[in-house]
Structure formats: structure tokens, C-alpha cells
């Protein structure tokens, strides 16, 4: 079952503006993660957070949690071409660090 | 350099011809599981390994087998592929304590026809 989900389903930019995803999850969590997909390619790790943590930054990424609202959001600042790709977020929820369950993805087109 | 190494890339099987993907890792991770991924439904686990010799189902092991005998190999097969099975196919591994930070493979397209 899907513990992620992303909004919006799909985002087209201009390179330099922000881009901002959301995900909603539906049970506790452990921690958070959000990784990268080039089409069609294997996901890319980008930033954890865990559930004792608001916010965190790598780069041009930021990512909040609010365990009250049991959701996340990713920022890509100053977007460029190159951040083109899918978003999921994934939520380690079992307690027993076994398993990842992934949301469904955000499309991110970055145009020039 | 450190990589979780998939085989093959695309595979065009037929409906129960016996098949394995394989899948590689060289960076001593105790964990490796298999996922696919398919349009509208994600990402959804199908077996891990938390370590040697131990295996257990995720959220789709059915029509699925798997092993680990070595630390490295996590081999996915398919005794008996059926059309439902099409799908890619990613391989991932992570280090310490399970799912923290997994590391994928390229996929494997997957075609039963």
C-alpha cells in the first residue's frame, strides 16, 4: 500500500524559480526521505530527515516535515535545466527499518 | 566506484519461460531489496534481505522468489512469468541499520509476453 503521496502530480518551471513538492503520508514515520528519478533510470538518495527533525538543507535543496500534519515539502532553489526528473518522497514507517514505501511522484520540467 | 549493478537492461521474455535478473553490489551493504515500479502505483517493495541467508516478502512477492547466499548477490526470479509481471524492475542496497539511504540500480525492463 502507498504511504506517500505527492503534490502536485506534475510542476513545469522557467530555470531560476523555485520549485516546491509536497507529501502527505498517513501513519508515524521513523524518518523521511526524498529521492530523484531521471526517466526511467535508478532513484538517486537526495535528503533524510527524521521524525525528531522540522527542517534541513543540502544544497540547493530544503526540506521541512511536520509530523503533525504528517506531511514534507522539497525546495529546489534557483532551478535549473538539469533538475528535469520525478520527486518521490518515501517514508520508513515499519519500525523495523526493513522497508521504504514510496508515494506515486512529482514530474518536475524545468524549461529554459 | 561504488554501485548496485543490475543484469540485463531490457529482457523480452515469454509467458513461463523461467527467468533471473541479477543484481550486484560492491559496497559490503547488509541490506538489498527489489522493487518495481509501475505507471500510477509507484514504487512497491517485493522482497529484502536484511543480511545472508535472510529474506523476507514485501508488498508483492507473489510469482517472485529471491536469494542471498552471498553478501554482494541478491538474485530476483521468476519461475514462471506471466503478462502482470511486465514492469521495471530496480534492485537497492543500504548500509547500517536497513533503509536509511538505499542505493539503486540502473532497472531492468522487464516485457512478458
Known amino acids: 500500500s502507498q504511504q506517500g503521496e505527492e503534490d502536485p502530480q506534475a510542476l513545469s518551471i522557467q530555470e531560476g524559480e523555485n520549485a516546491t513538492m509536497n507529501c502527505s503520508y498517513k501513519?508515524?514515520?521513523?524518518?523521511l526521505q526524498w529521492y530523484r528519478q531521471n526517466s526511467g533510470r535508478g532513484l538517486v538518495h537526495l535528503i533524510l530527515?527524521?521524525?525528531?527533525?522540522r527542517e534541513k538543507h543540502s544544497g540547493r535543496l530544503r526540506v521541512t516535515l511536520d509530523t503533525s500534519k504528517k506531511s514534507s515539502s522539497l525546495l529546489i532553489t534557483a532551478s535549473r535545466a538539469a533538475d528535469t526528473a520525478s520527486y518521490f518522497c518515501?517514508?520508513?514507517?515499519?519500525?523495523?527499518?526493513?522497508?521504504?514505501?514510496f508515494g506515486t511522484g512529482t514530474r518536475l520540467q524545468v524549461t529554459l | 566506484e561504488a554501485q548496485v549493478t543490475q543484469n540485463p537492461r531490457y529482457l523480452i521474455t515469454v509467458t513461463g519461460k523461467k527467468l533471473t535478473v541479477t543484481c550486484s553490489q560492491n559496497?559490503?551493504?547488509?541490506?538489498m531489496s527489489w522493487y518495481r515500479q509501475d505507471p500510477g502505483l509507484g514504487l512497491r517493495q517485493i522482497y529484502y534481505?536484511?543480511?545472508?541467508?535472510?529474506?523476507d516478502k514485501g508488498d508483492v512477492p507473489e510469482g517472485y522468489k529471491v536469494s542471498r547466499k552471498e553478501k554482494r548477490n541478491f538474485p530476483l526470479i521468476l519461475e514462471s512469468p506471466s503478462p502482470n509481471q511486465t514492469s521495471l524492475y530496480f534492485c537497492?542496497?543500504?548500509?547500517?541499520?536497513?533503509?536509511?539511504?538505499?542505493?539503486f540500480g540502473s532497472g531492468t525492463q522487464l516485457s512478458v509476453l
Open positions: 537497492a542496497s543500504s548500509s547500517g541499520q536497513g533503509v536509511e539511504k538505499l542505493f
Open positions: 501513519t508515524s514515520i521513523n524518518n
Open positions: 530527515i527524521r521524525s525528531n527533525e
Open positions: 518515501a517514508t520508513d514507517n515499519t519500525g523495523t527499518a526493513s522497508k521504504l514505501t
Open positions: 559496497m559490503n551493504h547488509e541490506y
Open positions: 534481505s536484511m543480511n545472508v541467508e535472510v529474506t
